[in-house]
């Protein structure tokens, strides 16, 4: 059982390339969230997803897109990367009720450092 | 919008001193977690509290969760290093995280 995974863990960048960013995870949860690190900043929600098929804006969306075609996976793209999108990335996931009944108890991946230079 | 504040941003300690931090919003939450996260790691959830003045032990961690639910803390005892990392908190209505107490706990 390897909980949730990200792919890649390190990745340099230069302006206006693209990126796919991969996590996938084997515990059968129906929810998925991208979150960026910044400094200070704690974690903010770029998307998420409730079940396979289906995506929603978090917080601080523009630039990125996901697609969850498998329960199991959840990609992020950046289409045109910009120097602002410089962060530490996490992916996580829930199930619909967690232990105490509550929905949202999180499982996160180790995260991807994406420098954009 | 939901804000939640945390403080202190940074606290650093001595060994076997007692602390605690602060979750702080102006919104009820339905729950909420907390997280610590270690140099290079994800987050790891820590405990979920969802009655207002719930008490919830963790070794030598103790959370508790406001009567009104807007607000949480976390108070451990006896501090040791290995309790060093970034604490969040995160309210169960969208998803959103306070910024973290980053503790540094020095042997």
């Known amino acids: 059982n390897a909980g949730v995974t990200q792919t890649p863990k390190f990745r340099v960048l230069k302006t206006g390339q693209s990126m796919t960013l991969l996590c996938a995870q084997d515990?059968?949860?129906?929810?998925m969230y991208w979150y960026r690190q910044d400094p200070g900043m704690g974690l903010r929600l770029i998307h998420y997803?409730?079940?396979?098929?289906?995506?929603a804006k978090g917080e601080v969306p523009d630039g990125y897109n996901v697609s969850r075609l498998k329960k199991q996976n959840f990609l992020l793209g950046l289409e045109s990367a910009a120097p602002s999108q410089t962060s530490v990335y996490f992916c996580?996931?829930?199930?619909?009720?967690?232990?105490?009944?509550?929905?949202?108890?999180?499982?996160f991946g180790p995260g991807t450092r994406l420098t954009v230079t | 919008t939901q804000l939640l504040e945390q403080s202190p941003q940074f606290l650093s300690i001595q060994e076997g001193e007692n602390l605690t931090v602060y979750c702080n919003s102006s919104?009820?939450?339905?729950?909420l977690q907390w997280y610590r996260q270690e140099p290079g790691e994800g987050p790891v959830l820590l405990v979920t509290?969802?009655?207002?003045?719930e008490v919830k032990k963790l070794k030598r961690l103790t959370f508790q969760f406001g009567d009104a639910r807007k607000d949480s803390s976390l108070h451990i005892t006896a501090a040791q290093p290995g309790d060093t990392g970034l604490y969040l908190c995160?309210?169960?209505?969208?998803?959103?995280f306070g910024a973290g107490t980053r503790l540094t706990v020095k042997p």
């Open positions: 996580a996931s829930s199930y619909r009720g967690g232990t105490s009944g509550a929905s949202y108890e999180q499982y």
């Open positions: 515990m059968n949860h129906e929810y």
């Open positions: 997803s409730v079940g396979e098929g289906t995506t």
């Open positions: 919104s009820v939450f339905s729950s």
């Open positions: 509290v969802v009655t207002g003045g």
């Open positions: 995160a309210g169960n209505n969208d998803m959103r």
